[in-house]
C-alpha cells in the first residue's frame, strides 16, 4: 500500500489586501519521503503557496481565502506558524533570514526554541547539524552576517533542523549562490531526505538544479499550476525545455 501523503494542499486561493487574487486554486501533494520542486518564475505564487502552508500570510495582509491544507491528516490552515513547526513542518525563507548579530552557533540554537526536551538532546542535534555542514562548524563563532551567502543559507537551513522538522518548506535556496554551492546545498537536502527521512516542499527558479535532484515537480504560472509530473518525465518535457530549461 501506497502511505498518504505528508501534505495535501487541495485548491487553495490566496488573497492580498482582500483584491488581489494571486493564487487561483492550486493542489499539490508530498509524498512521505518525497522531494517535490514547485518551479516557475519569478511572482508565479511560489512564495505566497509556501507561505500558506505555514500560516506566514497575514504580516503580509493574505489570506487563504478557499481550499484546504493537510499535513499528516490534519488541517492545518487555523494553526500558528510556531505550533506547525511544533509538529514538524518548518519553512526556510527566501534571502536566509539570519540574524546578522548573532553568532552562526546562536542562529542554529534559535531554532530549537519549540523544543521541550533538553540542552543535551539540544546539543546532539547541533552535532548532527555540523556533521552535514561542516563550514558551519568552522564558522561557529563567526558573527553570521559576515559570513558568506552559501554559509548564511546553511545556517537557514541548519536552524530549521534544529525543530526536528518531518518536513521542510525550503523556499529558493539557490538564490544569489554560486553554481558549485548550490549543488553543494541540493547535495545535503538529498542526504538529509534520504538519510534522516525529511520530506521537502522547495520553490525553484532554478528549474536545471530542482529537477536534477527532486523526485516530483509541479510548474506554476500566474497563480495556477500548469504541469505536474515525475521530476524525470517532467526533464524531457518539450515545454518543459524550452520555457524553463533553456535549451529548445
Ligand atoms: P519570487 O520568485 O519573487 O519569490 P514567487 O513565484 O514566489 O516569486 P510570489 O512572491 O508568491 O511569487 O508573488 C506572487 C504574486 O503576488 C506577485 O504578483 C506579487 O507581486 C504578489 N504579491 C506578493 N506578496 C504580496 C503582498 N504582500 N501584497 C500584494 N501582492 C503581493
Given at each position: 500500500?501506497?502511505?498518504?501523503?505528508?501534505?495535501?494542499?487541495?485548491?487553495?486561493?490566496?488573497?492580498?489586501?482582500h483584491v488581489i487574487l494571486v493564487l487561483k486554486g492550486v493542489s499539490l501533494k508530498v509524498a512521505e519521503g518525497g522531494i517535490v520542486a514547485l518551479l516557475g518564475a519569478n511572482?508565479?505564487?511560489?512564495?505566497?503557496?509556501?507561505?500558506?502552508?505555514?500560516?506566514?500570510?497575514?504580516?503580509?495582509?493574505?489570506?487563504?481565502?478557499?481550499?484546504?491544507?493537510?499535513?499528516?491528516?490534519?488541517?492545518?490552515?487555523?494553526?500558528?506558524?510556531?505550533?506547525?513547526?511544533?509538529?514538524?513542518?518548518?519553512?526556510?525563507?527566501?534571502?536566509?533570514?539570519?540574524?546578522?548579530?548573532?553568532?552562526?552557533?546562536?542562529?542554529?540554537?534559535?531554532?530549537?526554541y519549540t523544543r521541550r526536551d533538553g540542552s543535551a538532546?539540544?546539543?546532539?542535534?547541533?552535532?548532527?547539524?555540523?556533521?552535514?555542514?561542516?563550514?558551519?562548524?568552522?564558522?561557529?563563532?563567526?558573527?553570521?552576517?559576515?559570513?558568506?551567502?552559501?554559509?548564511q543559507q546553511m545556517t537557514a537551513i541548519g536552524r530549521a533542523l534544529m525543530s526536528r522538522p518531518t518536513m521542510i518548506l525550503l523556499d529558493e535556496p539557490s538564490m544569489g549562490l554560486a553554481p558549485q554551492l548550490v549543488e553543494e546545498i541540493f547535495e545535503i537536502v538529498q542526504q538529509l531526505n534520504s538519510r534522516e527521512g525529511v520530506?521537502?516542499?522547495?520553490?525553484?527558479?532554478n528549474t536545471n538544479i530542482a529537477l536534477k535532484y527532486a523526485t516530483y515537480g509541479y510548474i506554476l504560472e500566474s497563480g495556477r499550476i500548469v504541469l505536474d509530473g515525475e521530476a524525470h518525465a517532467l526533464r524531457e518535457n518539450e515545454d518543459v525545455k524550452?520555457?524553463?530549461?533553456?535549451?529548445?
Amino acid at each position: 500500500p501506497v502511505a498518504d501523503p505528508v501534505l495535501v494542499v487541495n485548491n487553495i486561493e490566496v488573497i492580498y489586501n482582500h483584491v488581489i487574487l494571486v493564487l487561483k486554486g492550486v493542489s499539490l501533494k508530498v509524498a512521505e519521503g518525497g522531494i517535490v520542486a514547485l518551479l516557475g518564475a519569478n511572482g508565479a505564487g511560489k512564495t505566497t503557496t509556501l507561505k500558506a502552508i505555514s500560516n506566514l500570510l497575514r504580516a503580509e495582509r493574505g489570506e487563504v481565502t478557499k481550499g484546504s491544507i493537510v499535513f499528516r491528516g490534519n488541517e492545518v490552515q487555523n494553526l500558528s506558524p510556531n505550533d506547525l513547526v511544533k509538529r514538524g513542518c518548518i519553512q526556510v525563507m527566501e534571502g536566509r533570514h539570519c540574524f546578522g548579530h548573532l553568532s552562526v552557533e546562536e542562529n542554529l540554537l534559535t531554532g530549537a526554541y519549540t523544543r521541550r526536551d533538553g540542552s543535551a538532546a539540544v546539543r546532539r542535534d547541533l552535532e548532527l547539524v555540523y556533521d552535514y555542514f561542516p563550514r558551519l562548524r568552522e564558522r561557529r563563532r563567526s558573527q553570521a552576517g559576515y559570513t558568506s551567502g552559501g554559509e548564511q543559507q546553511m545556517t537557514a537551513i541548519g536552524r530549521a533542523l534544529m525543530s526536528r522538522p518531518t518536513m521542510i518548506l525550503l523556499d529558493e535556496p539557490s538564490m544569489g549562490l554560486a553554481p558549485q554551492l548550490v549543488e553543494e546545498i541540493f547535495e545535503i537536502v538529498q542526504q538529509l531526505n534520504s538519510r534522516e527521512g525529511v520530506s521537502f516542499l522547495l520553490a525553484e527558479q532554478n528549474t536545471n538544479i530542482a529537477l536534477k535532484y527532486a523526485t516530483y515537480g509541479y510548474i506554476l504560472e500566474s497563480g495556477r499550476i500548469v504541469l505536474d509530473g515525475e521530476a524525470h518525465a517532467l526533464r524531457e518535457n518539450e515545454d518543459v525545455k524550452e520555457f524553463y530549461l533553456g535549451v529548445g
